[in-house]
């Protein structure tokens, strides 16, 4: 009889983060949530950072959970977001928190670099990356530049799930995915290019070694063991990188899909058996980053429910309200729904934005931002918060289906659907206006695909499925996806998108 393997999975966003309890049974993924908590920007000396000592905390409460029920776990997989990084000490110290991507230190030295060091286009052919201040060369880059103690006295840099998986097991790695968000990563070498590396003053033994996602990292250290009250569980480098977890879990039936990872941010993309790295995917500004299974996620960052959740949290620090069902309350007392439909009743298309103006990176006021952008390009400026959402929505759809139109130029293949997965998938309106927008099937779900894909590929690593499309087999008979099609207000959203590109 086959023992029943339990995969624990660490999955951490830029706001929450979670471990999760999962396995297969019947054919079939079955998980639990174990514990969530904050993942908190901490604002001192200038700079915001993450507590990366409040992690690992959080991460051994999951494992003493664990221990508590008296489950033996198979291994343990870490994802989080992209780009940031750790700096350790020739005495296996870390050098102070790790600064967070948000950080406006950034601000002008990609500008900077490429007029300095090396130019744009050939940072582009040497990486094929999406060109984002806070990626990690610009980063580095800018530490530099700024005399950051830490950097000059590192022995080691650790991407984020390659840090808090050496905290557990003292191995230090390098693992694909996440490693390919950084500007540094040469997608045909697959390896970590070395002249980028030089232009920042480093060299490649400042990395660990490269691994590709499902390889074991090593195993708890004898510390974490007496904590936690486990054995020596293996650590494996799933997709660290959030993202490539995710698309990992699309349910996909076959390759003609595009999918739209829908959080923080919104990552639209398809998945191709190789970089693509042109120059229309350089004027697009496109990025190729790492997946499973030597594929390549070839997509866009869009800024995503990052402007809806700067706003509602504007709005309950400021105690504004909302007339719900003839009754006045707090927006802290309106759920997501309540909002998301009294922004339904508003005009369509009365104010629109452009979600990835630099106007909305990091605002002081995501409400006084948006208010500004309509104000300088001559709308209608939203006032109340059901006015402001549903610019949201509005908005995010049309660059969903200027993304779209792009990612159709490049495929070899057809497109005929849009997986929509994460947190986002829950939003029924913006799902709606994603299908009417794009024109084509949107489909649902899974919620929680980053989570779910970090267990699949423990699950493979453990020999319990065979590859990626085992695993997505697995998943659509997991879960329930939603779909949702095209309604015929197509005259009103070409008219809309028309404006859009005028505006952006």
Known sequence: MNTKHYFFAVDLGATSGRTILGSLAGGKLEQEELTRFPNNLIETGGHFYWDIYALYFEMIKGLQEVARRGLQLTSIGIDTWGVDFVFVADDNAILRNPMAYRDPHTFGRMEQYFEQVIDRRKVYDLTGIQFMNFNSLFQLYAMRQDGNAA??????ILFMPDALSWMLTGETVCE??????SQMLNPRTGDLDGRL???VGL???HFGRLVQPGTQIGVLTEEVQKMTGLGPVP???????DTASAVAAVPAKDKNFAYLSSGTWSLMGIEAPEAIINDQSFDYNFTNEGGVEGTTRFLKNICGMWLYERCRKEWIARGERLEVKGKSLAISEVSHPELQGAAMQVEAFRSIIDPDNQLFANPPSMVEAIRQYCRETGQQVPETPAEICRCIFDSLALRYRQVFQWLKEFASFELDVLHVIGGGSLNKYLNQFTADALGVEVLAGPQEGTAIGNIMMQAKSAGDVRD????????????EMVAYHPTKDKAAWDAAFKRYLEIS
């Open 197 to 199: 590396l030089e232009s």
């Open 203 to 205: 060299t490649r033994k």
């Open 151 to 156: 950097i000059g006295q590192a022995r080691k």
């Open 468 to 479: 990626i499309w085992e695993m997505r087999r697995i998943i659509a008979d997991s879960i």
């Open 235 to 241: 650590v494996i480098a799933v997709a660290g990188h």
């Open 176 to 181: 694909y995915t996440i490693a390919s968000t």
